[in-house]
């Protein structure tokens, strides 16, 4: 069978926070501390075809949660060549703020989204602050507008969206989050998002607190493995080593992007 044309990969970082271990990890020591949390968003190409994973926060969320936003990820996705005005898919992996927001700036784009996560965002847990304290409403009655507007592309569990191109549901972090499959030159490459917040999630078994489901955050691990041709491209949604393990596209992003499709430095 003749492989699909690989994609570009490449990992946006857009903000960051310093956190606890306790906020990082289920029974972690409240008083370790020292550890940040990045936020990006990802950007897939080749040829004349553009994929954007996420579309991360402004900086209006970002005062309201004190996160230090670096650039816009409009402005981020722009040092690559890629205008968001121009955008025509867009994959969300779940409706949290930090991978929602920004929607408004791609005004031709689609929207590809699980059934279960609309559902779950809209449904009866979001009178709990535990399960809604990480969305935004006004974001989520947007992508219910888009909805109306047909733009948005639902999505009930596995699905393949071009070739070598494919979103997998796998839950856990929240019920409808999904994960990409990307085809790529050094194989099958897998955006966790937040599946894995950090490697160390998956790697040594430790579960992110904001969960709707841990045994479905723990069946997703496996499921990253099972998807990935090697572990060392499964890619964690918010670890700082992403952007030292992997090199920058060219010398003046460094720090703001790197290549996921390429030989890890580490």
Partial sequence: MTEPRPFEVYAIRYATVARTAAENFIGGDP???GMHMDYYVWLARRDGETWVIDTGFNADAARRRKRTLLRSPVDGLQLLGVDAATVR??????????????????????????DSEMAFATGRH????????????????AMVRNAYAGRVQFHDGDATLAPGLSVHHVGGHTKGLQVVRLWTRVGWLVLASDASHYLANMNEGRPFPIVADITEMVNGWQKLRELADDLRYIIPGHDPQVMQKFPAPAPELE??????????RL
Avoid at 126 to 141: I, K, N, W
Avoid at 255 to 264: F, H, S
Wanted: charged content about 20%.
């Fill in 126 to 141: 979001m009178a709990y602050p535990f399960f809604s304290g990480a969305y935004e409403v006004d974001e989520v009655a």
């Fill in 31 to 33: 008083h370790e501390t």
């Fill in 89 to 114: 898919n867009i994959i969300i992996t779940h409706l949290h703020y930090d991978h929602v927001g920004n929607f408004d700036r791609f005004p031709k784009a689609r929207f590809h989204l699980q």
């Fill in 255 to 264: 720090g703001i992007a790197v290549r996921l499709d390429a030989e890890p």
